[in-house]
């Protein structure tokens, strides 16, 4: 990997000899785990200005028509998220000179409160080329990363680190994005981005000036222009610069609102139509019936054959699979059931996804498992090896099991004398509901018949015989771990302890799939970890607080809620405790603060637990109960500063590893639900959302806000195989 400093470029190809499809990463973290941005890319012309407002390619205008840019959504790491960006260069448009890969915080957020700023670039198999670290960010709310430009016939990258106090509005009006005045002029963002609008009109030689580093050919020998950084936008209030006594001039006329960017797109009411039947023993018909499965094969045979159909006729949803996997957009076809030659006896992988565009093919190995069957190393490995050999891209797995960072399912090994390289990638069937269920019910696809038949997919997914319901097993260490808590006998170090934590991590990763998608809210977990922690080490150190206190402890974001939800499995006593910690109101007297959240919650549970937060340590608490008719009895005693209120609701623990009515997993679905249906429902939204509307283009409405829902698909670390 070539590791580049600010202002540096390098050619792609000097870097990999198949970097004509390349995936760029931006990520990021913090010490609390709280810290977030969205990502955005602009393509650009020889002017340095985008040809129209959908060169800009952001959260609610996700992906190019020609496949060129793709945004692949946010994945979590530890003390941070990573956003994804596939670009497939050999589709940019001729008249595209640069793609400016971009991120811009909200609500007043800037990128100095962020740590580890950083850019790579990756092929299409996963090997990272380069990467390029920011280290000075301050008071910006938006920043260039880097951008990729041409240079005659190649490709380039500069890395750039350039950063705006106007966030986004000023950048995109940088850019000459036409940015909608609707309430713009509400914040601070709002004003600099219209003084942005009227110094670009003023000025119009502006756009006649050449780009940043892109004077004009260089002479034969001559070094490569060093970038002239763009200016960024001025903030608002800051003087303008005049002739003293000049009439003002005249205000110009009101801009014409800017194009939508989102497609007006189907999806399907939350509330189903009223039945025809006679009576409710009557089962509606199904395209794709799970009853009559008896046995696991049969069901590794349904489920892939469903899946891989509704793949290749949903393009949004097949795309939504596969792009994550280095695919292009293009015309999908899938298989199942194929014979490929390996050795005396030949294999039989359970699909394969076959993806042509403009003459080049993109082709991978699928391996499904359904129930509790986990993947095995030796299969995987004879498909590795078939798939080097015979130039597929990727091997693609597909199970209940959740993959995590750092904690491979299945090992492989890698022939390092091979050129060609092959991307193994996992994906659970909770990914696939999810990715389902934001299509339909949140964001759209194309028509009412592709709406019918992701439908009919989670009707077919969620039905008991089919085999795919997520992560369903806490694993064979659960027992003992629990015992050993119990008895007082679990030492530190006890590598059960680290498998039982793994299995916790997994069960809190589909908590979020499942939460986002019936939610359409970005839900992600939040992983609080020092910088430098590697996963292993960190679950490691969970482990020994596992073995110490008895306790699992795992937290959740929902985008726009009023906190972090905390879940807390205590092992000792076998209670669930479900909790969130809200700030009490700046400014407010605090009976006026107590009376006001009695109000809030007038319709939670009575056994909802209120505590209230003082100045680094607790003060009175109480159930609903007792304190409506008496909010006083919230108030600390010795006058002490409110900071908060913490709502915590708690319930018994399943004792079973199972996903049984009376196992663990369901216990742990059935707390969360009832906490945010019953708790975090009635509590005011986050105010991120009107500060972001006052600093970016405007949405098309909320059914299309919220672009991804924790990740888009989980991969397992990368083991390539060249060929």
């Given at each position: 990997m070539r590791e580049l400093t600010k202002g540096a470029n390098v050619a792609l190809a000097d870097l990999s000899d198949d970097a004509g499809s390349v995936i760029a990463s931006l990520s990021w973290s913090s010490t609390t785990g709280d810290g977030?941005?969205?990502?955005?890319?602009?393509?650009?012309?020889?002017?340095?200005?985008?040809?129209?407002?959908?060169?800009?390619?952001?959260?609610?205008?996700?992906?190019?028509?020609?496949?060129?840019?793709?945004?692949?959504?946010?994945?979590?790491?530890?003390?941070?998220?990573?956003?994804?960006?596939?670009?497939d260069l050999t589709a940019v448009p001729p008249d595209v000179e640069r793609l400016v890969v971009t991120a811009s915080r909200y609500g007043g957020s800037r990128f100095g409160e962020l740590d580890d700023l950083r850019m790579t670039?990756?092929?299409?198999?996963?090997?990272?080329?380069?990467?390029?670290?920011?280290?000075?960010?301050?008071?910006?709310?938006?920043?260039?990363?880097?951008?990729?430009?041409?240079r005659g016939a190649e490709w380039k990258y500069?890395?750039?680190?350039?950063?705006?106090?106007?966030?986004?509005?000023?950048?995109?009006?940088?850019?000459?994005?036409?940015?909608?005045?609707?309430?713009?002029n509400d914040g601070e963002d709002g004003a600099a981005a219209g003084e942005a609008a009227d110094r670009a009109a003023a000025s119009p030689g502006a756009q006649d000036e050449p780009p940043p580093g892109e004077a004009g050919p260089p002479s034969p020998g001559a070094p490569e222009p060093a970038p002239v950084p763009r200016q960024p936008v001025r903030e608002a209030g800051s003087p303008v610069s005049g002739n003293a006594g000049t009439e003002p001039a005249a205000a110009p006329?009101?801009?014409?609102?800017?194009?939508?960017?989102?497609?007006?797109?189907?999806?399907?009411?939350?509330?189903?139509?009223?039945?025809?039947?006679?009576?409710?023993?009557?089962?509606?018909?199904?395209?794709?019936?799970?009853?009559?499965?008896?046995?696991?094969?049969?069901?590794?045979?349904?489920?892939?054959?469903?899946?891989?159909?509704?793949?290749?006729?949903v393009p949004e949803f097949g795309r939504r699979l596969t792009a994550a996997f280095g695919a292009p957009a293009g015309r999908m076809e899938t298989f199942t059931e194929v014979?490929?030659?390996?050795?005396?006896?030949?294999?039989?992988?359970?699909?394969?996804?076959?993806?042509?565009?403009?003459?080049?093919?993109?082709?991978?190995?699928?391996?499904?498992?359904?129930?509790?069957?986990?993947?095995?190393?030796?299969?995987?490995?004879?498909?590795?090896?078939?798939?080097?050999?015979?130039?597929?891209?990727?091997?693609?797995?597909?199970?209940?099991?959740?993959?995590?960072?750092?904690?491979?399912?299945?090992?492989?090994?890698t022939d390092g004398r091979r050129k060609h390289k092959v991307a193994l990638r996992h994906l659970s069937w909770a990914e696939v509901a999810h990715q389902a269920h934001m299509l339909i019910r949140h964001e759209g696809v194309g028509n009412a018949a592709h709406a019918w038949l992701l439908q009919e997919l989670l009707h077919y997914l969620q039905h008991e015989n089919s085999g795919c319901h997520g992560f369903q097993n806490m694993g064979p260490s659960w027992v003992p771990v629990r015992n050993g808590i119990d008895t007082e006998t679990l030492c530190q170090g006890d590598a059960r302890a680290v498998e039982v934590v793994e299995s916790w991590e997994r069960l809190i990763r589909q908590v979020c799939l499942r939460l986002g998608g019936e939610l359409g809210r970005k839900t992600l977990p939040v992983q609080r970890a020092q910088r430098g922690t590697t996963p292993q080490s960190r679950r490691a150190a969970l482990a020994d607080r596992l073995c110490e206190e008895g306790?699992?402890?795992?937290?959740?974001?929902?985008?726009?809620?009023?906190?972090?939800?905390?879940?807390?499995?205590?092992?000792?006593?076998?209670?669930?405790?479900?909790?969130?910690?809200?700030?009490?109101?700046?400014?407010?007297?605090?009976?006026?603060?107590?009376?006001?959240?009695?109000?809030?919650?007038?319709?939670?549970?009575?056994?909802?637990?209120?505590?209230?937060?003082?100045?680094?340590?607790?003060?009175?608490?109480?159930?609903?109960?007792?304190?409506?008719?008496?909010?006083?009895?919230?108030?600390?005693?010795?006058?002490?500063?409110?900071?908060?209120?913490r709502l915590s609701l708690f319930k018994g623990m399943g004792v079973s590893r199972g996903n049984a009515e009376s196992g663990f997993i369901r216990s742990v679905d059935d707390a969360v639900d009832r906490f945010h249906a019953h708790v975090?429902?009635?509590?005011?939204?986050?105010?991120?959302?009107?500060?972001?509307?006052?600093?970016?283009?405007a949405r098309e409405g909320e059914q299309g806000a919220v672009q991804e829902t924790g990740p888009a698909a989980s991969t397992t670390p990368d083991a390539r195989v060249p060929a």
């Open positions: 977030d941005a969205d990502v955005s890319v602009l393509l650009l012309d020889g002017g340095g200005k985008v040809r129209s407002d959908s060169d800009f390619f952001y959260y609610n205008n996700p992906a190019a028509a020609d496949g060129s840019v793709q945004l692949l959504g946010k994945t979590p790491t530890d003390g941070g998220s990573e956003d994804r960006i596939g670009l670039v990756a092929d299409r198999t996963g090997e990272v080329l380069l990467g390029f670290s920011i280290a000075d960010a301050g008071v910006e709310s938006a920043f260039i990363f880097g951008e990729l430009y041409r500069r890395a750039v680190g350039q950063g705006y106090e106007t966030g986004l509005a000023g950048l995109a009006t940088d850019f000459g994005i036409d940015v909608d005045d609707e309430g713009e006329p009101r801009r014409a609102r800017g194009p939508r960017t989102a497609k007006k797109k189907v999806t399907l009411p939350a509330v189903v139509k009223k039945s025809l039947a006679e009576n409710d023993a009557w089962k509606a018909a199904r395209l794709f019936p799970a009853p009559t499965l008896k046995s696991d094969r049969e069901r590794e045979v349904r489920a892939t054959s469903v899946l891989l159909s509704v793949m290749a006729q014979s490929l030659p390996h050795g005396d006896t030949p294999k039989r992988p359970d699909g394969v996804i076959r993806v042509e565009r403009a003459g080049k093919l993109w082709t991978a190995l699928v391996e499904t498992k359904t129930n509790g069957n986990v993947l095995r190393s030796e299969q995987v490995q004879n498909y590795m090896d078939i798939a080097a050999r015979r130039g597929y891209e990727a091997v693609i797995t597909l199970s209940n099991d959740v993959a995590l960072e750092g904690s491979p399912l299945v090992d492989v090994k306790r699992l402890t795992a937290e959740l974001r929902v985008e726009d809620s009023p906190g972090v939800i905390t879940i807390v499995a205590d092992l000792r006593t076998g209670k669930l405790r479900t909790s969130v910690e809200i700030p009490a109101p700046e400014g407010a007297y605090p009976l006026t603060s107590a009376k006001r959240l009695m109000r809030q919650l007038a319709d939670a549970p009575a056994d909802l637990h209120v505590e209230t937060l003082l100045d680094g340590r607790s003060g009175p608490r109480g159930t609903l109960e007792r304190l409506r008719p008496e909010p006083g009895d919230m108030l600390p005693g010795d006058g002490s500063r409110i900071t908060g209120f975090i429902a009635h509590l005011p939204q986050a105010d991120r959302r009107a500060a972001r509307r006052s600093q970016e283009p």
